[in-house]
């Protein structure tokens, strides 16, 4: 099988596993289990089509999976965020309308899919990050992100189980008590009692770090990962460290020599106007305020243990195999244009 079409597969089970997992945890309207259901039936229609292709076949039908596939993904995300909105009663009358107009731009209904003579130019759909919603996250409204890949997606690098864990049970706990935390604050505040918003404080600052860090963790890995940068972060890389191998030696030094559980991170700085590589113990200690992370590698035992039991070293070292640079990139390129006046 050619490997786009097990990239498919690989969504197509992303897609799946996605959707039980919402069930599991959400509470839907009947008008959201309706297109939950036609999402399902596309995801598993996609896959059992990319499934039929091998390396013999000659036609123009993997490009058309793919656009298909890039344009699901899309909605998907939209359709995550909107499934959120509608937990709350203030919102459900303004969730119902966008999600049917949003449905009826593209309806994602399980149907074969129709080659074209002329087919656009497409890529498979990367590993993003949800998109944007049009309103801010209310008190206590954060989601757990979908993984851009299936749970065993990266093995041998990391493993299906360690992904279940780490993914669905303990960022879901940061997310979790994250929206805790906004709440408790927010009554802290109303009351006046201001100890209790001093632990709430503690609480947001661990929490939320862990929550919007894995968020960058996630994307930031790929089964069709490694290699090196390239573009303008591999021009910053080579100007800042001196070589790809420098940065790579120092980035390794850091995760490995975090004390205790924690993260190495690689860094903007809009002050500077150069890069730099940080670490944190936990998610936010002894980080720096004023920087834009680019890429950061979970050093946290849960992340690693199953697999790699006390050999941290060995993990950070095959962790290079999975890196999604373009990822990376992109993220560097929209940091890039934000420029402080240097001290």
């Given amino acids: 099988m050619v490997e786009e079409a097990k990239n498919l597969l690989d969504w197509s089970q992303w897609g799946r596993q996605w959707i039980e997992h919402l069930r599991r945890h959400k509470t839907l309207n009947r ?36 656009t298909r596939a890039e344009q699901v993904q899309e909605q998907f995300h939209h359709f995550l965020r909107l499934a959120q909105l509608s937990e709350d009663e203030h919102l459900e009358g303004e969730v119902r309308e966008p999600v049917q107009e949003s449905m009826n731009a593209q309806p994602a209904v399980a149907e074969e899919v129709q080659v074209p003579v002329e087919p656009e130019p497409v890529s498979y759909p990367g590993a993003r990050e949800p998109v944007r919603a049009a309103r801010p996250v209310a008190v206590g409204r954060h989601t757990l992100p979908p993984l ?47 100890d209790l918003v001093r632990h709430w404080a503690r609480e947001l600052a661990f929490n939320g770090a862990g929550h919007y860090l894995h968020t960058i963790f996630w994307p930031s890995m790929s089964p069709n990962g490694g290699g090196t940068p390239s573009g303008d972060l591999a021009a910053a890389i080579n100007r800042y460290f001196g070589s790809y191998d420098a940065f790579k030696r120092q980035f390794s030094q850091a995760a490995e020599k975090v004390e ?60 290079w195999n999975i890196v999604n640079w373009p990822y990376v990139e992109e993220r560097f390129e929209k940091a890039r244009k934000l420029r402080w006046e240097p001290y």
Avoid: C
């Fill in 31 to 66: 008008e959201l289990e309706r297109h939950l259901h036609k999402f399902e039936e596309t995801f598993t229609v996609i896959g059992r089509q990319a499934s039929k292709l091998d390396s013999t076949t000659e036609s123009d039908e993997l490009p058309v999976l793919i």
């Fill in 148 to 194: 851009p890949y299936a749970y065993n997606a990266l093995e041998p690098y990391i493993d299906e189980a360690t992904m279940q864990i780490h993914h669905n049970k303990l960022h879901q706990k940061y997310v979790d008590d994250l929206n805790t935390a906004e709440r408790k604050l927010a009554e802290a505040r109303e009351s006046g009692n201001f």
């Fill in 260 to 319: 205790g559980p924690g993260w190495a991170i690689l860094v903007w700085s809009p002050r500077a106007h150069h890069l730099e590589i940080l670490t944190a113990e936990k998610h936010q200690n002894l980080s720096q305020w004023d920087v834009i992370p680019l890429l950061a590698l979970d050093v946290w035992e849960h992340a690693y243990f199953l697999a790699y039991q006390n050999q941290r070293d060995k993990y950070v070292e095959n962790w």
